[in-house]
């Protein structure tokens, strides 16, 4: 769920610090620097990790940038999911600068979440925050500032606190073929199939080629968008799967 707010540019002078791929770290005034130079910088901050503690901090690997992605938190990994996911999405970077300044005579310190690119060459910074927690003026406050500095560094800007169960965890549950590279050796098999069919009936067409773990195969589609299917119903063998290209 995303919440936006809008308020005039009135803070003051506001200072960008960021680790580039390099390990340098530039300062600058948020006016004086493109945000394009931090897109894939390296976080400035990892998550503390100690017992006891609220968060699960942890690293998720994407399809995206190839790699590991820091993240704070189960929601924070749940963003990143959604944005590996999203084809519009060509990077993601976490923890991707502090943000020091003034707050129209309030000092304020922040680091955004995340920072994505997009195909499109836009930015999106992102900050992930339990939907309670997001409710508290102080919390809304810094968010109202950040959206302000993004703006300033001419990025689109927005607070997420969840999305629907079913969607995530069908996503989720496609996820686990995000590291799969294998449906284009089988396109032979892949143009036989009709423009609509149900999973069930995929995973037997691709089983009675003997391919091994079809199901892989499935998941692999719907996560390349080579096939699409209806994200807001949990899936199962009856969900109806759809070619790209025919919705």
């Known amino acids: 769920m995303r919440h936006d707010s809008k308020m005039p540019d009135q803070i003051g002078a506001t200072e960008i610090r960021f680790v580039t791929g390099a390990g340098d770290e530039p300062i600058s005034q ?50 990143i999911l959604l944005a590996d996911f999203d084809p519009e999405v060509v990077w993601i970077t976490a923890q991707p600068f502090w943000i020091t300044g003034d707050d129209r005579g309030t000092g304020r310190r922040h680091c955004p979440d995340l920072l994505l690119t997009r195909a499109d060459g836009s930015y999106l910074v992102v900050d992930v925050k339990n939907p309670r927690i997001a409710q508290k003026d102080e919390v809304k406050a810094v968010f109202t500032w950040t959206k302000v500095v993004s703006k300033r560094l001419s990025a689109d800007y927005e607070v997420w606190t969840g999305e629907d169960s079913a969607l995530i965890n069908n996503i989720r549950f496609a996820s686990q073929a995000r590291r799969e590279s294998r449906a284009a050796l089988f396109q032979t098999v892949l143009e036989r199939f009709p423009e609509e069919l149900s999973i069930a009936h995929a995973e037997a067409t691709l089983a009675a080629e003997r391919i091994a773990r079809p199901r892989h195969i499935v998941l692999e589609l719907l996560w390349t968008g080579t096939f699409t299917a209806d994200l807001t119903r949990p899936f199962g063998d009856n969900t109806l799967i759809h070619r790209a290209e025919a919705v």
Not at 52 to 69: C, I, K, M, N, S
């Open 30 to 79: 948020a006016r004086d620097h493109s945000i394009s130079s931090m897109a894939r910088a390296q976080p400035v901050r990892l998550p503390p990790s100690h017992a006891g503690q609220r968060h699960y901090p942890g690293l998720f690997w994407t399809r995206t940038t190839a790699d590991h992605v820091v993240y704070e938190s189960l929601l924070e990994r749940d963003r």
